[in-house]
């Protein structure tokens, strides 16, 4: 591993051991507040979610986010040639009628459209230790070695599903035509087909400045 993956992998430690299993409540620095593009009002409402990719500190903004999809159709446009939400790297229909968390006793009370009218996406969580790359038989995912992202090499993948039944999420996604299994790359094409700005990926050096 590089010097370069090496401090960003400090930082993406450090920030994961400081926000847990969410920021809402976490003393955040201002600055790192400002630079997610967050109020801490809106991080204490539990409005924010963020993933720790190898690359960069994915920041979705819930009060921000409005469930248009336009970052599902942005991914599957650049990434599959087509707009087809299904292969979306990136995911809010799933959570659009009762959010992340799926439906409460009280659905009411829960997200989305049924709820709080709060959406939020999910995507790969680019695991330090992917159960989607010891599950593939033809060793088809790896990490890339300028991003760190896990990448699957579609000349080695055969489509068998198996990443899919292994990754606790369900992220990587089979397209049917192609035979091959697709997900996120940190590739940031959710991030510029956002309306709203309720999406950032932040380089881990401007985290680490701002902590």
Known sequence: MSKNLMDKEVTRRQFMAMTGKGIAGVAISTSLLNLMG??????????????????????????????CQRCEFNCS?????????????????????????????DYRHGDGVYGSWSFGPDTCKQCADPACAKACPMSAISADPVTGARVIDESACVGC?????????HMPRINPEKRKSTKCISCGAC?????????????????????
């Open 38 to 67: 967050v109020t801490r009002a809106q991080a204490d409402a539990g409005l924010v979610s963020t993933i720790a990719t190898p690359d960069y500190l994915l920041v979705a903004n819930g009060a921000k986010c409005t469930g």
């Open 191 to 211: 991030v510029a087909g956002c309306p709203t700005s309720a999406l950032r990926m932040i380089p881990w050096e401007d985290v680490a400045a701002a902590m």
């Open 161 to 169: 599903g198996m990443c899919v039944q292994a990754c606790p999420w």
């Open 77 to 105: 446009m650049v990434n599959e040639g087509e707009v087809r939400p299904y292969l979306s790297r990136i995911r809010v229909r799933q959570n659009m009628y009762f959010g992340a968390n799926g439906p409460t006793e």
